[in-house]
Nanobody, 123 residues
């Protein structure tokens, strides 16, 4: 079992940056594949980025590739999402999710979810 808590969201202007954190507690965090998703009211939850257990291999949605960077520090039980060059369409509630020892790209494949953190991008 693992519990996830997101933080770092807030209000930022177009072109600005934010760093989101996903802090984990419970089982050994290094054993989990971790992803970030985002959701806007009235729309489907969207995959954003994901990272493998060691942190050496990452995955990104085309909409954020080149602007967002996912990383992890297993010693701190934390996964980060660095968001640069933010656009209004990045506005959403961002969630982190984890799956034990398995690559996961779809919502249904993840075992654990955090509460979410709000990101709002204004001009």
């Amino acid at each position: 079992q693992v519990q996830l808590v997101e933080s770092g969201g807030g209000l930022v202007q177009v072109g600005g940056s934010l760093r989101l954190s996903c802090a984990a507690s419970g089982r050994t965090f290094s054993s989990y594949f971790v992803g970030w998703f985002r959701h806007t009211a009235g729309k489907e939850r969207e995959f954003v980025a994901a990272i493998r257990w060691s942190g050496g291999i990452t995955y990104y949605a085309d909409s954020v590739k080149g602007r967002f960077t996912i990383s992890r520090d297993n010693a701190k039980n934390t996964v980060y999402l660095q968001m640069n060059s933010l656009k209004p369409e990045d506005t959403a509630v961002y969630y982190c999710a984890a799956r034990y020892r398995e690559t996961a790209m779809r919502e249904s494949e993840y075992d654990y979810w955090g509460q979410g953190t709000q990101v709002t991008v204004s001009s």
